[in-house]
Nanobody
C-alpha cells in the first residue's frame, strides 16, 4: 500500500488548508485512518483519527479546528484545517491506526504569524 499526501503549503495564521491522502488500495473499510504530523525536532504525533465506523477523534490541540473525512470510492482521506496557527507547522502524513503501511513523504504545512 502506498499513501500519498498532498495539499500542504504556506498560509498565514488564521487561514485554511485542505489536505488529501490517496491510498493505492482499498484499506479504509478495514482500518481506522489517521493524520499524523511531525514538527522539526519533535516526534510524529497523531492529530486526527477516523474509525472504521466513521467516528472522528481529535487531539486537543486541533479539536474544533480540524476535520477528518474520507471518500471510500476515491480511496482518499482528507483533513480540513481551519484557523491555522504557527504551532501547526509540520509535515503531515496519513496512515492507519495502528500504523501498518510504509510512510509516504508527507506534505509540508507552514503557518506564518
Amino acid at each position: 500500500v502506498q499513501l500519498q499526501a498532498s495539499g500542504g503549503g504556506l498560509v498565514q495564521a488564521g487561514g485554511s488548508l485542505r489536505l488529501s491522502c490517496a491510498a493505492s488500495e482499498k484499506i479504509f473499510t478495514l482500518n481506522a485512518m489517521g493524520w499524523y504530523r511531525q514538527a522539526p525536532g519533535k516526534q510524529r504525533d497523531l492529530v486526527a483519527e477516523l474509525t472504521t465506523f466513521g467516528v472522528p477523534n481529535y487531539a486537543a490541540s486541533v479539536k474544533d479546528r480540524f476535520t477528518i473525512s474520507k471518500d471510500d470510492v476515491k480511496k482518499t482521506v482528507y483533513l480540513q484545517m481551519n484557523r491555522l496557527k504557527p504551532d501547526d507547522t509540520a509535515v503531515y502524513y496519513c496512515n492507519s491506526i495502528p500504523v501498518q503501511f510504509p510512510w509516504g513523504q508527507g506534505t509540508q504545512v507552514t503557518v506564518s504569524s
